[in-house]
């Protein structure tokens, strides 16, 4: 995979190292953020309620689904308590060590999202929490589409992401860690074109204003492939 490049900076190479340095941090500060909301709970809850009855109206076993993303592992205890299977992908090898430590036992590999290590329609569904926010514009069509590619017919994409005008910011040089990275606030209309594009309905989409210690609203958008 050729990484994106931006103003003549490796942007995947960016991202990534900047990552590593967030993995550690991530672990200490982000650890039980899901079990202090119950909305972000709500909408897994209502992502694995559908990719499970996908499951069972094909009279397949448990689902399972790619955390494309995962980060530090941290959603993957309240997706296997709801049943559902997990495969953990990162871009930054740190992130993929930390959750390997935190979630004992979750099976976690460092990948490219542009680049799944899946074969067609082997994933139930995909989670998507706060990742799609880093491609850039040209990345997008093919992202998607192996989104589309590695999730079976009838099943589901949950994600979250930063609410905004779609331009290109830059991430983490506030942070006094000596990181930064691109990144875009994507709008509600972006993220619907780019899953239809590929093939997927949205079958929900939701916001919420933002926290007093955030910049911008939050969305929230679960997409279902089509069963065709």
Same mark, same amino acid.
């Given at each position: ?62 689902? @399972?689904?790619?955390? !494309? =993303?995962?980060?530090?592992? +941290?959603?993957?205890?309240?997706? #296997?308590?709801? &049943? %559902? *299977? ?72 949950? @994600?979250?992401?930063? !609410? =905004?005008?779609?331009?290109? +910011?830059?991430?983490?040089?506030? #942070?006094?860690? &000596? %990181? *930064? ?48």
């Amino acid at each position: 995979m050729t990484p994106t490049t931006s103003g003549g900076r490796d942007a995947t190479t960016e991202l990534r190292q900047a990552h590593d340095v967030l993995a550690e941090p991530y672990a200490e500060r982000l650890a039980t953020l899901l079990d202090e909301m119950p909305l972000e709970r709500g909408i897994l809850a209502a992502f694995c309620d559908l990719v499970r009855e996908a499951a069972d109206a094909r009279g397949a076993g448990a689902p @399972t689904v790619g955390d !494309v =993303g995962c980060g530090t592992g +941290r959603l993957a205890a309240y997706l #296997l308590n709801r &049943g %559902i *299977g997990v495969r953990g992908l990162d871009l930054s090898p740190e992130m993929v060590r930390v959750a390997r430590r935190e979630q004992p036992g979750l099976d976690v590999q460092v990948c490219d999202l542009r680049a799944l290590p899946f074969g067609d329609g082997e994933l139930d569904g995909a989670i998507c929490w706060y990742s799609l926010m880093y491609l850039s514009p040209q990345d997008r069509p093919g992202a998607f589409a192996e989104l589309a590619r590695v999730v079976r017919h009838g099943g589901y994409v949950a @994600t979250a992401w930063k !609410v =905004g005008d779609d331009s290109a +910011r830059r991430g983490g040089e506030s #942070l006094g860690l &000596g %990181i *930064g990275f691109d990144i875009w606030w994507l709008s509600q209309g972006e993220l619907t074109r780019r899953f239809e594009e590929a093939g997927f309905a949205v079958a929900f989409w939701g916001g919420r204003p933002a926290d007093p210690v955030e910049q911008q609203p939050q969305g929230y958008l679960i997409a279902r492939r089509s069963s065709i």
